[in-house]
């Protein structure tokens, strides 16, 4: 099956830095989101992005197919960006999400 | 527009025991996935509903868990027994196809002791 890494696992920044995700996926893929798991636990999603790039606001995430990665870049971090960011692809049947472990991300004031 | 709500967003109890949790999808989604996070691990698919026929259900561990979703509406993810292993995060996500965007609830948090 699929299989999508993310990097770095750990991230810690200081409030005002910009910062990038990575995620690689093993296989071509139809579908790619981004979430944001807040310190609740909830999945927020931040981007649909198949494939291009895609901005809100301070956010903004690049996916390249081809080359089978996406980027999720954070600029001018805030405290509550704190959390873990996870990158999910569809599987082949495009019946389910396959996630990476995440990147947790700590920022500091 | 309402988002996915989970039922209840906490529940403990003891091995051997049975619970039901609910999620309802966002209104007119056909499409409904249960995933689960245990133990700091990944968050893995559990299954798929299309409606109220299941599509995919590869990821349900063993046959102690049974998901239902009658009337294609609202699901339930039923364990039983329990085992201490099942402790963890249940989210329910929806989508209106598949392949599309899915919007996850906020989950239940399943403790077994």
């Known amino acids: 099956g699929i299989q999508v890494e993310q990097s770095p696992p750990d991230l810690i920044l200081q409030e005002g830095a910009n910062s990038t995700l990575r995620c690689n996926f093993s296989?071509?893929?139809?579908?790619l989101q981004w979430f944001h798991q807040n310190p609740w636990g909830q999945l927020i999603n931040l981007f649909y992005i198949p494939s291009g790039t895609k901005q809100n606001g301070r956010l903004s995430a690049t996916t390249v197919a081809t080359e089978r990665y996406s980027l999720l870049y954070i600029s001018s971090s805030q405290t509550t960006d704190s959390g873990v960011y996870f990158c999910?692809?569809?599987?082949?049947?495009?019946?389910?999400?396959?996630f990476g472990k995440g990147t947790t991300l700590s920022v500091s004031s | 527009e309402a988002g996915v709500t989970q039922f209840p967003s906490h529940s403990v109890i003891e091995k051997g025991q049975t619970v039901t949790l609910r999620c309802d999808p966002i209104s007119g989604h056909d499409n409904l996935y249960w995933y689960r996070r245990v133990m700091g691990k990944e968050i893995k698919f559990l299954l798929h509903?299309?409606?109220?026929?299941?599509?995919?259900e590869s990821g349900m561990p063993n046959n102690r868990f049974l998901a239902e979703r009658t009337g294609g509406t609202y699901s339930t993810l039923k364990v039983q027994p329990a085992e201490l292993e099942d402790s963890g995060v249940y989210f329910c996500a929806s989508s209106q196809g598949g392949g599309l965007e899915q919007y996850f609830g906020p989950g239940t948090r399943l403790t077994v002791t």
């Open positions: 509903f299309v409606k109220e026929s299941k599509q995919d």
């Open positions: 999910a692809v569809y599987n082949q049947a495009g019946t389910a999400l396959i």
């Open positions: 296989d071509s893929v139809n579908n």
